[in-house]
């Protein structure tokens, strides 16, 4: 019973580098969202998605691209990672609320500790 | 605009003492509201709910009210345990708006000394 996995857990960027950090989820889940952890600040949403093909912007989306092109996978990528976006990153799941009664919960994976130097 | 706020970022308490964790939204249209504990190195796990047709909700050692006019909502543990020492945040979405955005505040850090 995987539940949300979150790939890599550790990355180092150089400034200006791009990569993906991937997610996916074997829950059947419609929602999916990132969030970036840093002190003092709490989890801000980054992005998220209601369902394959629908993606919307959170709190702090600048820097930040997402594509839902499944229900499974939801990658986040950095175009030109900044110092910044050093940050621990984690990927959350859920079902949308229309399908479950209230009591309906978010998933969250382990995290992803990005370095941007 | 931090629309969820957790303005104590940390609170101490005797073990067997009772814990109380305050949150304050600012957005009339979230209607559900989740309490996640998050030790280090690990993601948030779920704590418990609040629907916004009630003003309690209880389980166990944890219960959770809500001030719906005030536009605040608390956590309390009670009694509580050294294993309770986390990283505890608030969320709200609002359900039936169609926002099913999670917006989380910024925390608060309990310890919990035996």
């Known amino acids: 019973n995987a539940g949300v996995t979150q790939t890599p857990k550790f990355q180092v960027l150089k400034t200006g580098q791009s990569m993906t950090l991937q997610c996916a989820q074997d829950?059947?889940?419609?929602?999916m969202s990132w969030y970036r952890q840093d002190p003092g600040m709490g989890l801000r949403l980054i992005h998220y998605s209601v369902g394959a093909g629908i993606t919307d912007q959170g709190e702090v989306p600048n820097g930040y691209n997402v594509s839902r092109s499944t229900t499974e996978d939801f990658p986040l990528r950095l175009l030109s990672a900044a110092p910044s976006q050093t940050s621990v990153y984690f990927c959350?799941?859920?079902?949308?609320?229309?399908?479950?009664?209230?009591?309906?919960?978010?998933?969250f994976g382990e995290g992803s500790w990005l370095t941007v130097v | 605009d931090q629309q969820v706020k957790q303005n104590s970022p940390s609170l101490s308490v005797q073990e067997g003492r009772i814990s109380i964790l305050n949150c304050d939204y600012t957005n009339s249209m979230f209607d559900y509201f989740l309490w996640y504990k998050k030790y280090p190195a690990e993601g948030p796990t779920f704590l418990i709910s609040i629907s916004s047709i009630k003003d309690k909700n209880e389980d166990g050692r944890f219960t959770v009210f809500l001030n719906k006019s005030a536009k605040h909502l608390s956590l309390h543990i009670v009694p509580s345990q050294p294993g309770d020492s986390a990283v505890y945040f608030c969320?709200?979405?609002?359900?039936?708006?169609?926002?099913?955005?999670?917006?989380f505040g910024t925390g608060t850090r309990l310890k919990v000394l035996a």
């Open positions: 829950m059947n889940h419609e929602y």
């Open positions: 969320a709200a979405s609002g359900t039936t708006s169609g926002t099913y955005k999670y917006i």
């Open positions: 959350a799941s859920s079902y949308r609320f229309r399908d479950k009664p209230p009591g309906n919960t978010i998933y």
